[in-house]
Every structure is written in C-alpha cells, then in structure tokens.
C-alpha cells in the first residue's frame, strides 16, 4: 500500500514513490551505503552537504588519498632515490599495486592491463599500433558527437598517414530529428563499409547523451569484417559493467579522474587484449619502463617489450598521482562492480521517475530509458534557459553540468551518492519551475 501523497512507478525491478519517506527508505536499505564515508563531501556555504551529481566530471576525494599521498612525500623526504627500493611500497613497482583491481574493473586478465599516462596521450600510442591503414582499408568509425579530443586524436591519426579526415573519418550519427544513434544503424554501416573500415573507435557511453553501447555485438561484427575495435571507456570504467577480454575488443583507454576519483588529471588505463600480448609486428612508439623488467636497468641499446599491455608504458609514472587513485580503486574494490551497477541503475531510475514527473514536460531526458543503454548520467533538455536553470541549483547546493548546445548533464554516483538526494534534487527543480 503506497503512503500517502506518493505516486508509484514502476522501473525494471523497482518501484518508485514520489516521496521523502520512500526515497529514506531505499537509504536504509542500501547494502553499499557506508562508502559515502569514505569521500569528502564539498559543503554548501551553510555547512550542509551538497547534492554533487558531477562525478561524470570530476569525482570526490576519498578520505584516505590525503593519507596515501602524504605516505609517498613522506617516503621520498625519509629516503630520496631509495624510495624507489625501500619504500613502504617500492616506487619502481608501485603501479602494480594497482594491477589486479584495474582489471577486475573492466573485465580483463592482468596481463592486458596497465595504468600510464593520459587519456588521449595513450588513445595516440594505441593508434600508433591499432590504426594501420592501406589503401583500400583506411577508414576509422567513430560517433559523430564523440568527446572533442577522440576526434582530433583520430583526425590527426588520419593526417599522418596521409589521409584527408574528409573521407577517412567516418561519422555514424542520430538520424534526423533523433538525439541518440541506433544500435542498428552502427551494425549497418560496419556490415556495408566494413571493408574499408580499419579501425572502429567508440566511447562506450557517449559523454554528451549518456547512452552506452552494444560491445560486444559491435565487436563480434567488426572482427568478422576485418576491422579491429578500440574503445574510449571515460565514462564507462567505474560506471558500467565492462567484460574488455571477452568482448574480444582490440584495445582500451580511460581516465581515472571522473568515477574513478582520482582527482583532477589523474592517471589514465590502458587495455590490450591477450592476444597481442607478444605480436613482434605491431609497431608502437617505445620507452625505457615499458623494458623488461628483468634487463631494464642494464641500459641496453636495444628495446625488449615486457609482454601484455605494460609493454606500452613509456616513462615510470608518477608516484603521487597513483597513490591517489589506489585510494579509489580500493574501494571499488570492496564494493564491487556488481553492487555498484545495481544501485546506479535504483539511483538513476529514480532520478528518471521523478524528473518525468515534474509538471508541464519541464523536462526531457535524451538519455535512453534501458538500463542496457546508459549508466549514471541522465542528458537532459529542459525548458527555459537551462545554464540559468544550473545556476540556480549550483546557488541552492545542489552540483551538476552543462553541455553545449544545451544539455544538463546529472549523474548520482552510487559510491557516494544517496536517493535523498535524487529526491531533494528533484524538489529543487520542480521548485525552479515554480518561481
């Protein structure tokens, strides 16, 4: 029996009340609550804690990344160049403490996985040896509203070996009038131009819509024409369910720096499958810690590539910024991606279920409505002007983002967002309409 002044809809396996009491309840109940204690909150100027629905963006800081950091500071002041060999956690391996829990994040094997760089900067190094274009197999697919700088990567990779964009570079869009592309119209166009398609390079969750792809299937066909697959997961590590090695995708790269918490330009991921763990004939662009481990500090003139994906690395990374993102990682960890994703697609839903509700179709998310098709982010359109609109909410405590032309980005993260939010969330929308 509903509660009073509440209205009930229905999401996959829940069903929504528009009410304070319920959205408590679901709190109450929620099996990974207790991590939002282990994130600084930023506050309003009153002291209470914002509603920060930007972790698409820049997620919160983990309580213990301060401690972590200062361990690495306080080792290098203790220890100079020893720190390298004697510190708490040796610095000329430390980016192996995160080995195993990056890849049970995105569904790899150790082996295919490596935290290095930055997200573009490794999106370079994977087309330096994923991108290998003929004559006759030269083009790269990519989303027509991809992040800017996937389409300068790949317009720039295209330039290099000779291409004009114009007709490397191939667009596959929403059809018109249309916000989001159809899954279909992807496998359509591999299926026509496959051919003469070498590599199909997609965010697997577009940042502007929120809507996630079909992989695996896309993977499947893309390798039965000939073509091999990379995929920017900016907003798919931390957010969705991702099994890398067996959807066969060639290559990955992602940033640490939105769900993963990281903080602002933290260390980027990078997945190669197994199977080109040991090819002699991919080129790639070489450094010295990318080296066999065994012979790296013999110096020797020729280069020697540790198998799997640390043989990409090129420079040893930077210490502080990966005890940074060991804080995250553990605690994703713990929580697990399974239980992560359950409360996302609750916490999303309900955002979904009450914006929907809001009189007058004030709102008009673009993100789609299956939880297959998106994760925490909802895209939405709304009347009136929507960066006044964010203004007022930013004033009122509550964080989220804004797009061009005119998006409203809002993603509840389930580490350490709550469904009180949502619901307050929801409340000080509704009430911007009312003013």
Known sequence: MRPPNSIAGTNAEMTYQANEQFAAALDKDDPIAEFRSHFHIPQTEGGSDCIYFAGNSLGLQPRKTKQYVAEELDDWAR????????????????????????????????????????????????????????????????????????????????????????QAVVEIAPRKGESLIRPGDILELIEREGDSIALVMLGDVNYLTGQAFDIATIAKLAHEKGCLIGLNLAHGAGNLLLDLHDWTVDFAVWCSYKYLNAGPGG????????????????????????????????????????????????????????????ASM????????????????????????????????????????????????????VKGDPKQLLNTLNTAGAICDFREPDIIRVAPAPLFNTFSEVYRFAQLVQRCTED
């Not at 260390?267 to 090819?279: I, Q, S, T, Y």
């Not at 481990?293 to 280069?303: C, L």
Request: aromatic fraction near 10%.
């Open 79 to 166: 220890l100079g160049v020893e720190g390298h060999w004697a510190a708490r956690k040796p610095w000329l391996s430390y980016h192996e403490n995160l080995t195993d829990s990056t890849a049970r994040l995105v569904g790899a094997k150790s082996g295919e996985v490596v935290v290095m760089n930055t997200l573009t900067t490794n999106l370079h190094l994977m087309m330096v040896s994923f991108y290998r274009p003929t004559k006759t197999r030269y083009k790269i697919l990519i989303e027509s509203n991809a992040f800017p700088s996937d389409q300068y990567a790949v317009n720039s990779q295209a330039k290099f070996h000779g291409f004009d964009p114009a």
């Open 267 to 326: 260390l980027a991921g990078c997945f190669v499958h197994e199977r080109h763990a040991n090819d002699a004939s991919l080129p790639r662009f070489c450094g010295w810690w990318g080296h066999n481990k065994a012979t790296r500090f013999k110096m020797a003139p020729t280069f020697d590539p540790i198998p799997g994906a640390e043989g990409w690395q090129l420079s040893n990374p930077p210490i502080l910024q990966l005890a940074a993102l060991r």
């Open 330 to 381: 553990e605690l994703f960890d713990r929580a697990g991606m399974v239980a992560i994703r359950r409360k996302g697609d609750l916490l999303t839903g309900y955002l979904e279920y009450l914006l929907e509700r809001i009189p007058n179709q004030f709102c008009r998310i673009i993100t789609p409505r299956e939880q297959s098709q998106r994760g925490c982010q909802l895209s939405v359109r």
